[in-house]
């Protein structure tokens, strides 16, 4: 990271209180989304929304998951919001959860305006504890830090001069004046409450469904992030999900050094410069002019965006069996406006995207299943070493050393596989 500069506070995290919040934070934290789509040309927002609300069969609730995961689906400015009820993030099942809510709005009619937008909540509904103070400051600042980058990889707009939606729902411009070094994030979400130039609920981060217990720390723990535009590819929203968890759970490694600085002064002021001619209010109907964004900025966004993914990284190795990172790496390059603006077609954003993300996986035949079968229930036992095993297993699959390590090493990136010496046989780790 260049300019790793800290505030520093008394309240910084040991080792032990880092591992101790990522830990629970990971367990306890689920994403919900609102999707915005507008209703097909010549229909009427009420019919299409009776439609949609027909084939998602919304719960209701947010304690009965229902057949999609949608909660409710209800009338928004730009024409309808889906719901979608957060669970704790497994890509697969994400993307196959968004794969049939984005055809279904899709094969409806619903169509991705200037006016939509795709907002991603982080909610922990099971936490009965306060998150220490420092996590969310690091938070706030890790987003003002890369708020331009960020923008940019969710931007979602079809013409070069028009990249993103307007401003005005999801407003930077109190975002970038209040600093954590200063002030407490108490004292910020205040000051978000009492603002004249944002609506409290129309920031890039939207504090208001936080609450500060008088004993300190934070809870609940509620956070919407609205600045991405919306989108239909399923791979391009599942990935964004784990973006957002992966910026909460970085936020308490940092917080074992104190708070995050959004950089030197020159830095700064590039970067809000930049932000400014992203996201703004001067383009057609609902859109952003970024006309003014030059090829040079496109790159230094670009640079921003792998500065970023790098310092998560690390905390995408939590997240098992998930290509997130890789997907992010693609629409930190080209993200959804620039794909749209080549020419792509939704299908062939969500083809290209999930191209990236099988990227690798080996899909399971019939004797992976039946290996892991023998392997799960300890069929073979008893054997001096790993090798012996082999033998054994190699002759009953009729297959050679080769392929049954190539099989293993399928497994254990699957499952994790280590070799127990006491029972004589591979065991899973997962």
Not at 45 to 72: D, H, K, T
Not at 126 to 135: A, D, G, R, T, Y
Not at 199 to 219: D, S
Not at 321 to 337: G, K
Request: aromatic fraction near 8%; charged fraction near 25%.
């Amino acid at each position: 990271m260049r300019e790793p500069i800290f505030f520093r506070r008394d309240d910084t995290l040991t080792l032990e209180q880092a591992r101790y919040w990522k830990n629970l934070l990971y367990r306890v934290v689920k994403i919900g989304t609102e999707l915005e789509v507008a209703p097909p040309k010549g229909v009427k927002r009420p019919i299409f929304e009776e439609a949609v609300r027909e084939a998602m069969a919304p719960s209701g609730s947010l304690e009965s998951l229902g057949r999609y995961g949608v909660l409710n689906v209800q009338t928004e400015h730009c024409g309808i919001e889906v719901q979608i009820i957060g669970r704790h993030p497994y890509f697969w099942a994400l993307r196959e959860q968004y794969t049939y809510i984005l055809a279904t709005l899709d094969r409806l009619g619903g169509r991705v305006r200037p006016t939509c937008g795709l907002h991603f909540h982080i909610l922990t509904p099971s936490l009965n504890e306060p998150v220490p103070e420092i996590v969310l400051a690091n938070l706030w600042n890790l987003t003002r830090r890369y708020a331009p980058e960020l923008k940019f990889l969710t931007s979602g707009g079809e013409k070069r001069e028009a990249l993103c939606r307007r401003r005005n729902h999801n407003s930077h411009l109190e975002m970038v004046k209040l600093t954590p070094g200063t002030l407490s994030m108490a004292a910020i979400q205040q000051h978000l409450r009492e603002s004249r130039i944002v609506p409290e609920h129309q920031n890039f981060l939207n504090l208001e469904h936080l609450g500060f217990p008088e004993e300190g720390g934070v809870l609940p723990f509620h956070l919407e992030f609205r600045f991405p535009d919306m989108d239909l590819s399923p791979t391009s929203v599942t990935a964004k999900t784990f973006l957002f968890l992966a910026m909460v759970l970085k936020a308490v490694d940092l917080s074992r050094y104190g708070i995050i600085h959004v950089g030197t002064m020159t830095t700064w002021e590039r970067k809000k410069e930049i932000l400014n001619r992203l996201s703004n209010n001067d383009g057609n109907l609902a859109t952003s002019d970024t006309s003014q964004v030059t090829d040079e900025m496109i790159e230094e966004l670009r640079v921003g965006c792998r500065e970023l993914l790098d310092l998560l990284a690390p905390a995408f190795e939590r997240f098992e069996d998930n290509p997130a990172l890789e997907v992010l790496h693609v629409l930190a390059e080209t993200p959804i406006s620039l794909l749209r603006v080549s020419g792509r077609d939704w299908e062939e954003i969500e083809r290209l995207l999930a191209a990236r993300a099988d990227q690798g996986t080996d899909p399971l035949d019939e004797i992976d299943h039946r290996l892991m079968r023998c392997i799960e229930l300890l069929e073979w036992d008893g054997f001096p070493d790993a090798k012996a095993w082999g033998w054994r297993a190699a002759w009953e699959f009729q297959l050679t050393p080769q392929e049954l390590q190539r099989r293993l090493d399928k497994l254990d990136r699957l499952r994790g596989l280590r070799w127990d010496t006491r029972l004589g046989t591979y065991q899973f780790t997962s």
